[in-house]
């Protein structure tokens, strides 16, 4: 921006052709070349873009509705200013073409567990959990059980949702190191209303202490299923 000091063309300040004026608060002038307007393209990699960032937001601010999940999420060490531009930035790179994976996170990196037998109900969400690793040092913690519900296939009589996403949370202390423990998460109404108008979900769990620091998680673990309508 150049300051404007022989102004034979008078007081300016706006648009002219090319050059925009800006007049400041101690009576000077400066100009610059007006850059135009971006005009939005419509090719399949641009609009596939958008959709796959428009689609990364929802996730992270799923993700980020969670309170132990933003919590662990804001304290790791994941560039970023804040919890939720560190799920955006981790996550968008992980998408399968528009859409969620199973190699999405909803947690960054921490101890592992096996998980069977999942179940997903328009009323709640049910899965069996053993620990892997470090069971000794996790036993009788108890841990909130997060999850988060990605939807697709929405059903043809049912009013799109512009938040095609669902959370739910519960309880999980490991008791046993050689055995399975049911873990089950109710939805509350409006989550409950989200699932009901989708026939496919794409499951994501993750295992959270923040009773005190270092706080202590799981990493993050997903699985795709069908609805089952009740």
């Not at 000091?5 to 050059?19: E, P």
């Not at 399975?180 to 409950?192: D, G, K, L, M, P």
Request: hydrophobic share 40%; proline share 3%; with cysteine.
């Amino acid at each position: 921006m150049a300051e404007l000091v022989n102004k034979i063309i008078g007081s300016a300040r706006g648009k002219v052709g090319d050059v925009v004026f800006k007049r400041h608060k101690n009576g000077k002038v400066f100009f610059s070349t007006h850059k135009g307007y971006n005009e939005i393209s419509n090719s399949k990699k641009c609009v596939d873009n958008r959709t796959r960032f428009n689609r990364a937001v929802n996730f992270a601010k799923a993700v980020n509705s969670l309170p132990e999940l933003r919590e662990i999420w804001k304290y790791s060490s994941i560039e970023g200013r804040s919890a939720y531009t560190k799920i955006m930035s981790y996550n968008i790179k992980l998408f399968h073409d528009t859409n969620p994976a199973r190699t999405n996170k909803i947690c960054p990196p921490g101890f592992g567990f096996h998980a069977d037998n999942f179940v997903i109900t328009n009323n709640s969400i049910s899965i069996d959990i053993k620990l892997v690793q470090n069971f000794k040092e996790l036993r009788n913690i108890k841990f909130t059980a997060n999850f988060v519900v990605a939807l697709s296939e929405r059903k043809p009589d049912m009013e799109e949702f512009s938040f095609p996403y669902a959370v739910a949370v519960s309880e999980y202390t490991p008791v046993l190191d050689s055995e399975f423990q049911n873990v089950t998460a109710i939805f509350n109404t409006f989550e409950r209303d989200n699932v009901e108008a989708y026939t496919k979900a794409m499951v994501f769990i993750a295992l959270t202490n923040i009773d005190a620091k270092p706080y202590i998680h799981s990493s993050s673990l997903a699985r795709g299923m069908d609805i089952i309508q009740t």
